[in-house]
């Protein structure tokens, strides 16, 4: 293929991948070039990621490229959302970054909530109030660890802690930034005021760059054969915006759901949209590609089968997302239904025993088998979608025509029934590659190959298989919604 190819490094909370994106002016073609485990692990007491051990498998995928004949035009790194690294001035990390699934972050949370308020919080930055923010994480530093704070001269988000190291550069880049619940998205600068208000010390903000930004060329060892002349160009660092950029969206206010580890469910605005109901019903509006916002609700999302996931395996049996599934589909729907934003799922543990223990503490059948701990799940995310959808129609006074569903559990056919049963809209699945796509398709459109996010859905659309759902005409929904509801608007349960 000629044209151009670029290099989209991918890492969620789970795994990551490093791939090659080649566009020939109207087809892509997309090659994982390697794939590799993130998993976090506790040390000095707090659960942290292994930079050097991601760094390690990036640098080996990209360096592996090196003796292609494919010249690579560009490289850009798209990461989960919240978390940091804090750099010292010889630009080295001042210690092993910490997840966001630490139990770190949940005090200064209540704490934040209890002396300023939700207005106050939500209003300065208009982000969802969610324990898992930056913000929080940078109290907990500022309470318990003010050494790391001190010797910090920059903090990268963490898509900017491999630019770093890839091209020398300090900046971090928007979307990134616009997850962390310190930026205040209605005037576009870091939220300072409120970090002053909770003792987080500011110094160490660094400048914000957009996505689309080429911060320079690929240094070091990397940059011999058909890596020599290699941009290092932000694509929207955090994943989701990625994946956003990479669904192809048809109607200006349908419905996406990025779904994988989490579920980020919401529509794209040109503004952001910071008003009392939506503080009310906890949107964020998340920084995209072009000048856009994300307007959503992050969900937990497959997070949660997924730990049950491992229980079962440390149980004994290793069952596949399919089995699971299958298991899922013969159990009867709306049985018991969770939470799945309960902070008592947001931890891992044995999650199948949770589960169980949340439906006899809220009266519900308590599912016995692994099938009907599945379904349970799996007809709660849906349930959390259609909350979704009704909460954005609220909001924006429009609602949603139809859903598109992009990422790893886009190929979720039952939840994909389920959504589109419970929200009672047309669901369209695909695709699968929806990040990595969308994280290339913003660095070709900086080297010139695209004006902006419509072209892009297009040349995407254009080359993906999608599924179609039709909405069933099912009966149990509304009543299981207001079980829902009800459980939502209870208080989380103590750990
Ligand atoms: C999904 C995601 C999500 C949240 C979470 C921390 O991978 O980026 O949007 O920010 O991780």
């Keep these: 293929m000629t044209g151009r190819t670029v290099v989209a490094v991918d890492l969620g909370a789970e795994s990551g991948r490093v791939t090659t994106v080649s566009f020939d002016g109207s087809r892509f073609e997309l090659d994982v070039v390697s794939r590799f485990a993130n998993t976090p692990s506790h040390r000095q007491g707090l659960l942290r990621w292994d930079i050097d051990d991601l760094w390690s498998h990036i640098s080996a995928g990209i360096g592996g490229l090196a003796g292609n004949g494919t010249p690579i035009d560009a490289i850009g790194v ?15 990390l001042v210690d092993a970054p910490v997840s966001y699934r630490d139990g770190r972050n949940i005090p200064p949370f209540e704490d934040a909530l209890r002396a300023l308020g939700a207005d106050r919080l939500y209003g300065a930055t208009g982000v969802q109030l969610m324990s898992i923010n930056t913000l929080f994480a940078l109290m907990a530093d500022a309470r318990q660890a003010p050494e790391r704070l001190a010797a910090a001269k920059t ?11 890839l091209s020398g550069s300090l900046v971090s880049e928007y979307t990134a ?8 998205m209605a005037a576009g600068r870091w939220a300072t005021e409120l970090l002053d208000e909770l003792g987080v010390p500011t110094h160490m903000l660094p400048e914000v760059a957009a996505p689309g930004t080429d911060v320079g060329p690929l240094v070091g060892d990397l940059a011999t054969g058909a890596l020599a002349g290699a941009r290092v160009v932000l694509p929207p660092g955090h994943d989701t915006a990625s994946a956003v950029v990479g669904a192809p969206l048809t109607d200006p206010h349908g419905l996406y759901i990025s779904s994988g580890t989490w579920s980020l469910a919401g529509v794209e605005t040109p503004a952001p949209v910071i008003t009392e109901l939506s503080k009310a019903v906890n949107l964020t509006n998340e920084g995209g590609y072009a000048g856009t916002i994300r307007l959503l609700r992050n969900v937990m999302g497959l997070w949660i089968l997924q730990e049950c996931r491992r229980q079962w395996e440390r149980e004994g049996t290793a069952y596949t997302y399919p089995e699971l599934a299958a ?6 729907g709306l049985v018991s239904v969770i939470n799945p934003d309960d902070q008592v799922f947001l931890q891992p543990g044995d999650m199948p025993a949770r589960i169980r223990e949340y439906c006899r503490r809220n009266g519900f059948p308590v599912p016995a088998t692994v099938g009907a701990v599945a379904r349970c799940v799996i007809d709660s995310l849906a349930l959390s979608y259609r909350v979704v959808v009704d909460d954005i129609a609220a909001v924006i006074g429009v609602r949603p025509p139809s859903v598109s569903i992009v990422g790893g559990g886009s190929n979720h056919e039952l939840l994909s029934q389920l959504t589109a049963d419970a929200t009672g809209l047309p669901v369209r699945c695909g695709p699968v590659e929806a990040t990595a796509l969308g994280n290339a398709a913003v660095q070709l459109a900086a ?3 695209f004006d902006g996010p419509a072209e892009i859905r297009e040349a995407i659309a254009a080359g993906t298989t999608m599924v179609g759902y039709t909405p069933a005409a099912g009966d149990g ?17 103590p750990e």
């Design 78 to 92: 798209d990461t989960w959302g919240v978390d940091y690294g804090l750099l010292n001035a010889d630009g080295e």
């Design 155 to 165: 903090l990268l988000m963490m898509p900017d802690v491999f630019h770093h190291r």
């Design 177 to 184: 930034v616009s997850t962390s619940g310190a930026y205040d």
């Design 327 to 332: 298991l899922a589909a013969r159990e009867p």
């Design 447 to 449: 080297l010139g190959e």
């Design 477 to 493: 929904w509304d009543e299981a919604l207001e079980r829902f509801n009800a459980l939502r608007s209870r208080p989380a349960a």
